[in-house]
């Protein structure tokens, strides 16, 4: 995985595979609901492992029953690298 940052069009065609992600201020982010508050804790819990098997963490944000994932690359001048459309697509392949 890369550091690099990706360009505007890099982005895009990453997007083209991530539905339900949006890039937004450097970040790629999505947000998941679930039946309670419970699901979304649980949620955050097995992005947060994810997240740490691939040293690449994401920002987690709970409102009650939603779930808000963020990713951006701290070492890219926290911009948007391969490793964070990586980690976008592992996180949709554990929530949807």
């Known amino acids: 995985m890369s550091d690099q940052p990706l360009t505007g069009a890099e982005i895009e065609l990453a997007l083209s595979d991530l539905p339900g992600w949006t890039h937004e201020h450097d970040r790629l982010q999505s947000t998941w609901t679930f039946d309670g508050h419970l699901q979304a804790l649980a949620a955050a819990t097995g992005v947060g492992l ?47």
């Not at 963020?70 to 391969?82: E, F, Y």
């Open 50 to 96: 994810l997240s740490e098997r691939r040293n690449h963490h994401a920002d987690l944000t709970i409102n009650y029953n939603k779930l808000t994932v963020s990713v951006t690359t701290h070492s890219a001048g926290s911009k948007v690298s391969a490793k964070d459309t990586e980690l976008a697509q592992a996180v949709s392949a554990l929530l949807d």
